[in-house]
């Protein structure tokens, strides 16, 4: 087993164990790739949506957000080219009879190239020391300069293959590149088809009459349907964006790598509605303003990166996805699309309704252009869930397992503990958490020594520790400890709703945008 399969498993008992993801149905064996969020994961994930929606929304005057419903009329999908092109590339192996995504089996492949560069990378930085010239090294050392060309024409072709739904080349690409089925080592593979992601189901009660329906496999569809309602019951004037969260679903082919990729996840969408021409500008004050987003959650500057799209979805003039490093290496979070006029022209052209805005300083009516920015919030989840993971060498000697939530994520903010259960300990703690939990979510804790429960709570991303003591009893001050640190201070009891506050509220970490 690889590090990376070993810190992924540990992610994955971890969200197990302390009350953040379960599988679906367990108690049945569970269902393939759908997960429930428990006690701490429904407060992380909701805590996760909010940031998103305070700064995408509300930080915004010329943003809304809105809650479109998952089923939606069947021509829907037409109009957006779902029925006939929401398809991914499947292949199946003949031995083991899994399934996979035939362009990830080649993106998987390109990734393996691109750790061997890592590592040479790694050598010399090692060799070289201070006078160590990364850039230089990668465009020059001529190992490295072979793999990358290697990635790219793999990458290249691909692309032009699949754009010309030539399958039977992404097939010759997967034999000539000599992948093996990751799990057996068979080469042995079917020809590759293509497979539609949608789930279908049925409205109306009886047979003759029902109809044909689809779970919405994005949000995005749900905003331009409404793109008038909006415009004019809000008076919105150009450049303006419509937002929202929701469930969407996806018959996934691969589902194996727990909730990075799930039948039934969650989006965070926002569409902009842009003049015509203007749509590179926007472009990248999105991917500007988005990646700033993340960063400012703190989580390392050296976990994201942009990657720009070789083969572009037939909607788009421009796209690039963020990507964050997950414990199985770098993949997609966030993808930042310039749509054209393509969705809205499509709702014109089968709902029969002009879908037009009319702008008063150039006095002519016109179809706006869309960028968007889509981010998973299952995925955000295990970016941050992932990265916050940490075992930590102790000075004396010993480990601790710590979960680094950035604070204004974390699922319980402050867990109030009483020294020992007698001496009205209890009672004192009792009241502090009915002091603060109108501000936060707070967890009262009275079981095993005290060490240990700061153990437990570090465990839990718990960024403060309050231990009432008997000196409490005599000046109203108690312990806070830090969990990062594991520093603690004596502080006055009516302070702490300061001090929490100024660590988790949403306006300290946004204004880091
Ligand atoms: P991928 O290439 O990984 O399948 P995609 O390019 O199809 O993703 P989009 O259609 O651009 O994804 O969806 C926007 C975002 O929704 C993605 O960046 C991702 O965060 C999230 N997402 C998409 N599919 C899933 C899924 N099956 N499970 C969880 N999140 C998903």
Redesign the pocket.
């Known amino acids: 087993m690889t590090n990376q399969d070993d810190q992924f498993k540990k992610v994955i008992s971890h969200a197990k164990e302390y009350g953040y993801v379960f599988q679906s149905s367990e108690i049945y064996d569970g269902l393939s790739?759908v997960y429930d969020y428990a006690q701490n994961g429904a407060e992380l994930k909701k805590n996760i949506r909010d940031y998103w929606w305070k700064a995408m929304v509300q930080m915004h005057d010329n943003i809304v957000g809105i809650d479109a419903a998952i089923f939606m009329h069947p021509t829907t999908w037409k109009a957006s080219g779902h029925v006939d092109a929401f398809n991914?590339p499947l292949i199946d192996n003949k031995d083991s009879k899994k399934r996979y995504r035939a362009d990830v089996l080649i993106e998987d492949y390109c990734a393996k190239i691109e750790a061997k560069i890592d590592k040479e990378v790694d050598k010399a930085a090692k060799r070289f020391g201070d006078s160590f010239d990364k850039a230089q090294y990668l465009a020059t050392n001529t190992r490295v300069v072979e793999y990358q060309e290697k990635i790219n024409t793999t990458l290249s072709r691909m692309a032009k293959s699949l754009e010309k739904e030539d399958l039977a080349d992404v097939k010759a690409l997967i034999e000539e590149l000599e992948i093996a089925d990751p799990l057996t080592g068979s080469k042995n593979w079917t020809d590759v088809k293509q497979f539609n992601l949608m789930f279908g189901t049925k409205l109306g009660a009886s047979a003759e009459n029902a109809m044909d329906l689809y779970l919405r496999?994005?949000t995005a569809q749900g905003i331009f349907v409404n793109f008038l309602n909006v415009q004019k019951t809000g008076r919105m004037k150009i450049p303006f964006g419509i937002a929202q969260t929701g469930k969407?679903f996806?018959n996934?082919i691969v589902?194996r790598q727990f909730?990075?990729?799930?039948?039934e996840?969650?989006?965070m969408?926002m569409q902009f509605f842009i003049k015509p021409g203007t749509q590179k500008e926007w472009f990248e004050h999105w991917k500007e303003t988005r990646m700033k987003w993340h960063l400012s959650l703190g989580m390392g500057t050296d976990n994201y990166r942009f990657h720009d799209h070789e083969k572009l979805a037939h909607y788009a003039d421009a796209a690039t996805?963020i990507e964050f490093k997950f414990p199985f290496g770098f993949?997609?979070?966030?993808?930042i699309?310039s749509r054209t006029d393509f969705d809205l022209k499509q709702h014109e052209e089968f709902s029969g309704k002009k879908l037009q805005y009319f702008d008063h300083e150039d006095n002519a009516s016109y179809t706006p252009y869309v960028l968007e920015t889509?981010?998973?919030?299952?995925?955000?989840f295990l970016a941050v869930f992932s990265n916050s993971l940490v075992e930590e060498e102790l000075d004396n000697n010993t480990t601790r397992t710590v979960l680094k939530l950035p604070a204004v994520l974390a699922p319980v903010k402050a867990a109030i503990l009483p020294l020992v259960k007698k001496d009205g300990l209890p009672e004192i703690a009792k009241q502090i958490v009915d002091d603060l939990k109108w501000d936060f979510n707070v967890d009262y804790d009275e079981k095993d020594a005290v060490g240990r429960r700061y153990r437990r709570q570090d465990a839990n991303g718990t960024p403060f520790c309050i231990t009432v003591d008997h000196d409490t009893l005599e000046d109203n001050t108690v312990t806070i400890r830090h969990r990062d640190s594991m520093e603690q201070e004596r502080v006055k009891i009516e302070d702490l709703r300061h001090i929490i506050k100024q660590a988790v509220d949403v306006k300290t970490w946004l204004m880091k945008m």
């Open positions: 790739a991914d496999p994005e969407a996806r996934e589902a909730i990075f990729r799930m039948r996840f969650e989006q969408e996805d993949k997609e979070l966030e993808g699309h889509s981010i998973g919030l299952d995925r955000m």
